[in-house]
């Protein structure tokens, strides 16, 4: 079945940065654009950025676009999320999935990231 794992969130302040880590197993993840998302304490879960099954083309969300790089490494199964100068507004539960579209009805536990002073 497909498991999605994610890890690397933490408590960081304003302006730190984080690597989230995502490993995913069950199905044929090279073949498949990648997401991440988040969940923020009261608000709907958003997505953050995606790319493409070859690791070419990515998009991100307004809000982190030039601070958030996303990568993907095809033979660990692994889609990652570099995440620099961090704001208090990142505050999330962030969690990856194939986009919206296309997207597992089951979703991983995500991983907690905390930016505060």
């Known amino acids: 079945q497909v498991q999605l794992v994610e890890s690397g969130g933490g408590l960081v302040q304003p302006g730190g940065s984080l690597r989230l880590s995502c490993a995913a197993s069950g199905f044929t993840f090279r073949a498949y654009a990648m997401s991440w998302y988040r969940r923020a304490p009261v608000k709907e879960r958003e997505l953050v950025a995606d790319i493409t099954s070859t690791g070419d083309n990515t998009n991100y969300a307004d809000s982190v676009k030039g601070r958030f790089t996303i990568s993907r490494d095809n033979a660990k199964n692994t889609v990652y999320l570099q995440m620099n100068n961090l704001k208090l507004e990142d505050t999330a539960v962030y969690f990856c999935?194939?986009?919206?579209?296309?997207?597992?009805?089951?979703w991983g536990q995500g991983t907690q990231v905390t930016v505060s002073s």
């Open positions: 999935n194939r986009p919206p579209n296309r997207a597992f009805g089951s």
